[in-house]
């Protein structure tokens, strides 16, 4: 039934679960447990990056879990990103390669762009993860631009591809302009978009756009403004909470589900991945639930709330980067 599939189609062959474990702003400290809890729960997906500071910790929990004969690696599906200091092709390999070493794999499933920004190359023995800015005072905003065309960094992942350091490659928040100049010198396809997109950001045209050519979504930040909460960034904190909107509430409670099962299910019943995070046994396994289904009526109901509200921009946290119009 595929009504009910788990996973999504690749345009290059492989199948994506349809959700999966995000490691954002998982504590080093617990990520291996958290991972391994995970798994046990079910999970096969991890989305992890450079910039979450926690993929040795991730992998051990990984290890741990084969080990025990709970999962085998070719059961999991395993997403990384390159970050924006390691866009110059000389950089691209070697940062996968100590990626993978950090993670105890021989390959990722899927490695992604995670910004389409260039910046000024950081050596990881003076700081790693880099973030945005490459400095260890934390009060400094402060950014430096590469002068490296996207071009050059999207053969670098191809030769990836190639050379099996990963099986299928990808883009983060790239916008249709970008993604169509990639189309014209790609020899691989971006196989999935990972983008913003939750009722207030719903991005209709560049979803449209991306689906069109292939490219299978995924969502981050599902729950809206709780993430941005969560990261305890005040300008959002007054916003109207998804879980608690009186519409999400209403359908929720219609199909006996909890209102985070409704804007997870509100994406994946579109084909869109999504990759929550709770360390909450029991909302591990509501996020994981997509054996329902929700009205058109109220899939569209629910994209109206549309307001073009976007919370994960570096702008935000105060860096001086206008990756977004
Ligand atoms: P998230 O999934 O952590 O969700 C936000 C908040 O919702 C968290 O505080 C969590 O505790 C809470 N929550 C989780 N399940 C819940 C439930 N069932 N009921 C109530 N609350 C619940 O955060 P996110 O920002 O949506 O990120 C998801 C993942 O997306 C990240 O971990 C990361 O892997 C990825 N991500 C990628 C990018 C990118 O630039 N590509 C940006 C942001 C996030």
């Known amino acids: 039934n595929t009504m009910f599939s788990n996973f999504i189609q690749l345009s290059d062959g492989n199948e994506m679960p349809l959700t999966g474990y995000g490691l954002w702003d998982v504590d080093a400290a617990i990520c291996a447990d958290q991972v391994y809890a995970a798994i046990k729960e079910g999970y096969r997906c991890f989305d992890g990056a450079c910039d979450y500071g926690n993929e040795m910790e991730a992998g051990l929990g990984i290890a741990r879990a084969i080990q025990d004969g709970l999962v085998q690696r070719k059961e999991l599906f395993i997403v990384s990103k390159l970050w924006c200091t390691f866009h110059d092709p000389e950089h691209v390999k070697t940062i996968a390669q100590r990626q993978l070493s950090d993670w105890g794999l021989e390959y990722f499933n899927l490695y992604l762009i995670h910004f389409p920004v260039a910046l000024e190359y950081v050596d990881p023995s003076k700081s790693y993860p880099p973030g945005w800015a490459a400095s260890s005072d934390p009060n400094v905003k402060d950014v430096t631009f ?39 010198y790609a020899r691989i396809s971006p196989a999935v978009l990972q983008i913003e997109h939750h009722p207030y950001l719903t991005q209709p045209r560049l979803v449209n756009y991306a689906q069109a050519r292939g490219i299978a979504i995924t969502a981050y930040c599902s729950f809206g403004p709780q993430s941005a909460v969560a990261a305890k960034l005040a300008n959002v904190s007054k916003l109207d909470s998804l879980l608690d909107h009186q519409l999400i509430k209403k359908i929720s409670s219609d199909h006996d589900k909890s209102p985070s099962q409704v804007l997870l299910r509100w994406a994946t019943q579109r084909g869109i991945a999504v990759i929550p995070k709770s360390k909450n046994l029991e909302r591990m396994r509501q996020n994981m639930d997509m054996q329902w289904n929700l009205e058109d009526s109220e899939i569209e109901a629910i994209s109206d709330l549309n307001q073009g509200l976007r919370l994960n921009d570096p702008v935000l946290h105060g860096f001086n980067v206008p990756v977004f119009s």
């Open 146 to 184: 590469a002068h490296i065309p996207m071009h050059k960094t999207w053969a670098a992942m191809e030769n990836l591809v190639e050379q099996g350091l990963t099986r299928s490659i990808g883009i983060s928040n790239f916008d249709t302009q970008l993604i169509n100049d990639l189309f014209s």
